[in-house]
């Protein structure tokens, strides 16, 4: 079964890191754009980094860069999201999803993963 499975989501203080890890399984993240996105309560899903699982290029909303990188492990068919520098306003569900399009919009993604929560407290 195709599957993304979030984890390493938490509570941490403002300031606090974390690393959120997205497990693909049933299927390869070769030739998929992989992106991490948000949703926070009463808001829109919005996109914080995409990227090309072949080639390894990233891309990055603008209120992410800097604090949020974006990797990947092949060997383990995982994608990672290191979030540094975390403010309450980060506080929201994080999903993984892939895509095909070359796209790193919401709309073009066609896997998602179920999220992982994170909040950030002062």
């Known amino acids: 079964e195709v599957q993304l499975v979030e984890s390493g989501g938490g509570l941490v203080q403002a300031g606090g890191s974390l690393r959120l890890s997205c497990a693909a399984s049933g299927f390869t993240l070769d030739d998929y754009v992989i992106g991490w996105f948000r949703q926070a309560p009463g808001k829109e899903r919005e996109g914080v980094s995409c990227?090309?699982?072949?080639?390894?290029?990233?891309y990055y909303t603008d209120s992410f860069k800097g604090r949020f990188t974006i990797s990947t492990d092949n060997a383990k068919n995982t994608v990672y999201l290191q979030m540094n520098s975390l403010k309450p306003e980060d506080t929201a569900v994080y999903y993984c999803?892939?895509?095909?399009?070359?796209?790193?919009?919401?709309?073009?993604?066609?896997?998602w993963g179920k999220g992982t929560l994170v909040t950030v407290t002062l």
């Open positions: 990227i090309m699982y072949d080639d390894g290029s990233t």
């Open positions: 999803a892939a895509g095909l399009s070359g796209q790193c919009v919401v709309r073009a993604m066609e896997y």
